[in-house]
């Protein structure tokens, strides 16, 4: 027996589920969860201080192809060589066609871009004017970026200058805009100063809809605390977004779990509680329409009976739900349990194909989503 084929048998996988979703979606699924190991010295990635190296990859087969973005973990019983994925799964080998992405302009080094300026998925773009999130869970990939950033010299303290950045990248791609997205993603993260935040969101979305962009304007923020219990306030507020041509509300619920929340969400972010998000959904819902409102939840954090409550409840009163899967970015969040193992993940990714036709969802499938 071969090395390599000796080493993979060490790894074998004993999966019940198997037989619910095609192949390449079970190591999909899987890499996201446990990352792969290397079997190549060809592929080049970075090591940054407390960063965990990652590499993006497209999994492809018939009818099908999702790009991913993946930890290296040698401890991984997902293999790659540059060229396919393999893998033993009840004692059989199993193999998909896989290769590394990279794109020379935002990610030469074949890791991921958390930059200012990014592609993300397939015919979607992100502006992350606030390179920093000023809440920062436990969970969150700005740990990431923040420091990659830093090494690289890129993604100033200085927001404003990161915004004009974001506004000269609007006026000097204006083709790109028109012709290459399907979607314009603005910020991950949050800042404290609200006035100045909803004016950066709004000023860059004018200039989209000025520049001939007229596909989807997706922003993304944690509910400020003036509008939590505002309700006049928070209609006005959202009638603002939508004015300047905001055609989705977003905030992140990432974990419903009252007792999970709690111990991984801080400050005032952590006092929001699930049934805090339905009402607040169901005001953005009657300002910017049914399947104008999205959330973020992570599978894997939680039991995935919440999860799937989660998902369920805010799709029923018209949310757009865009689960992730719960990954480690920096060495710290190792500390956090994936919850379920591979079977039941698939089970989840199963249970939420389920609400997508249920409610006749749109689906967004970026680097790291559930669906």
């Given at each position: 027996?071969q ?6 048998m ?23 969860r ?22 993006e ?33 009840n004692?059989?080998h ?7 992405f ?13 930059g ?21 869970c436990?969970?969150?990939f700005?740990?990431?970026?923040w ?26 791609h ?8 399907d979607i314009?993603?603005l ?15 709004c ?12 596909e ?10 003036s509008?939590?219990?505002?309700r ?15 055609s ?11 007792d999970?929340?709690?111990?991984y ?52 009163i ?10 480690p ?11 379920y ?23 967004f ?7």
């Amino acid at each position: 027996m071969q090395t390599q084929e000796k080493r993979g048998m060490g790894f074998n996988m004993q999966l019940a589920n198997t037989d619910k979703v095609r192949l390449e979606e079970v190591f999909r699924l899987g890499v996201l969860r446990d990352g792969v190991q290397l079997t190549t010295t060809d592929i080049k990635f970075p090591i940054f201080g407390q960063v965990i190296p990652r590499i993006e990859i497209i999994i492809s087969g018939p009818d099908f192809l999702k790009k991913v973005t993946v930890r290296i973990n040698q401890e991984s019983g997902f293999m790659f060589n540059g060229e396919s994925l393999e893998a033993w799964i009840n004692g059989q080998h199993h193999e998909v066609a896989c290769s590394q992405f990279i794109d020379p302009e935002r990610a030469p080094t074949g890791m991921y871009n958390f930059g200012t300026l990014r592609e993300n998925g397939i015919r979607s773009f992100v502006f992350d004017y606030h390179t920093y999130c000023a809440y920062s869970c436990d969970f969150c990939f700005k740990e990431n970026e923040w420091e990659v950033l830093s090494l690289q010299g890129g993604g100033s303290t200085n927001y404003k200058a990161n915004f004009e950045q974001c506004m000269n990248y609007v006026h000097s791609h204006e083709e790109d805009f028109r012709t290459k997205y399907d979607i314009v993603w603005l910020c991950t993260g949050s800042i404290t100063n609200e006035n100045t935040e909803l004016e950066r969101h709004c000023t860059i979305s004018k200039a989209l809809r000025d520049v001939g962009y007229n596909e989807g304007i997706y922003v993304s923020q944690v509910v400020p605390p003036s509008i939590r219990n505002d309700r006049e306030k928070r209609i006005d507020f959202l009638h603002q977004l939508k004015d300047s041509g905001i055609s989705r509300f977003n905030s992140g619920v990432e974990i419903v779990n009252s007792d999970y929340r709690k111990q991984y969400i801080h400050g005032f972010k952590s006092t929001y509680t699930f049934d805090d998000y339905v009402n607040i959904f169901e005001d953005a819902i009657s300002v910017f329409g049914r399947q104008g409102v999205g959330s973020c939840l992570l599978a894997g954090i939680e039991p995935s009976n919440e999860t799937l409550f989660g998902l369920d409840t805010i799709a029923e009163i018209g949310v757009v739900p865009s689960p992730t899967v719960l990954t480690p970015f920096v060495v710290k969040q190792k500390d956090i349990p994936f919850v379920y193992d591979l079977d039941e993940l698939i089970d989840v990714h199963v249970g939420f194909n389920e609400i997508i036709r249920k409610y006749d969802l749109p689906v967004f499938s970026g680097v790291f989503s559930l669906a």
